[in-house]
């Protein structure tokens, strides 16, 4: 089946850092998900990418659709606490059996104040 | 509006017993979506509900895995008899019947299953 790689698995970083994951398929994807899940949470959705080459931005976060269709990455541009959470990338393929998403393995984000 | 809510939050039981999961999408949404993560690996699909219809259920593991939904509203997942592999965090999601781009999937809370 279709699988995506995500990296790095975790970061440890420190408050007004920047953060950079990334995703990568072997599949193509119709369309790109960031999530983000907090503790005790299910996943939220951050960005949504729906074009390939698309760049998008949600405050302090940009996501952008490769090219290629096969991989995605996400930007957090000066950290906070609040930031800390796992994150996931997940791809979709519109078709007429549903709207599954294939996830990545998710990035443990955790941030030092 | 309420979102979409899971019962029970944690469940720990020995293997070979039954558990059920229940999941409340968020009403009117007429998709819902069962999902699974293990031992902190990826977010699986397990299958998919339109209305009371399984659109999709190439994600179910075995036939240990029962999943229902009754009237098109909530839906129940059972595992039965539970094995020691089954643990792990069952999300359930669900979004709105159209067309579009995306259809957003809204994420519940989850449930923490630990089979001993």
């Known amino acids: 089946g279709q699988q995506l790689n995500q990296s790095p698995q975790s970061m440890f970083i420190q408050e007004g850092e920047d953060v950079s994951m990334n995703c990568t398929s072997s599949?193509?994807?119709?369309?790109w998900l960031w999530y983000k899940q907090d503790p005790g949470e299910g996943p939220v959705l951050l960005i949504a990418?729906?074009?390939?080459?698309e760049l998008t931005s949600n405050g302090r976060l940009t996501a952008q659709f490769g090219i290629t269709r096969k991989d995605s990455f996400l930007n957090i541009s000066a950290s906070i606490p609040s930031d800390v959470g796992i994150y996931f990338c997940?791809?979709?393929?519109?078709?007429?059996?549903?709207?599954?998403?294939?996830f990545g393995g998710g990035t443990r984000l955790m941030v030092k104040p | 509006e309420a979102g979409v809510t899971q019962f029970p939050s944690h469940s720990v039981i020995e293997k070979g017993q039954t558990v059920t999961l229940r999941c409340d999408p968020i009403?009117?949404?007429?998709?819902l979506y069962w999902y699974r993560r293990v031992m902190g690996k990826e977010i699986k699909f397990l299958l998919h509900?339109?209305?009371?219809?399984?659109?999709?259920e190439s994600g179910m593991p075995n036939n240990r895995f029962l999943a229902e939904r009754t009237g098109g509203t909530y839906s129940t997942l059972k595992v039965q008899p539970a094995e020691l592999e089954d643990s792990g965090v069952y999300f359930c999601?669900?979004?709105?019947?159209?067309?579009?781009?995306?259809?957003?999937?809204?994420f519940g809370p989850g449930t923490r299953l630990t089979v001993l």
């Open positions: 009403s009117g949404h007429d998709n």
């Open positions: 509900f339109v209305k009371e219809s399984k659109q999709d």
């Open positions: 997940a791809g979709q393929i519109p078709n007429n059996a549903g709207n599954m998403l294939t």
């Open positions: 599949s193509i994807f119709n369309t």
């Open positions: 990418l729906y074009k390939a080459g």
């Open positions: 999601a669900s979004s709105p019947l159209r067309g579009g781009l995306y259809n957003e999937q809204f």
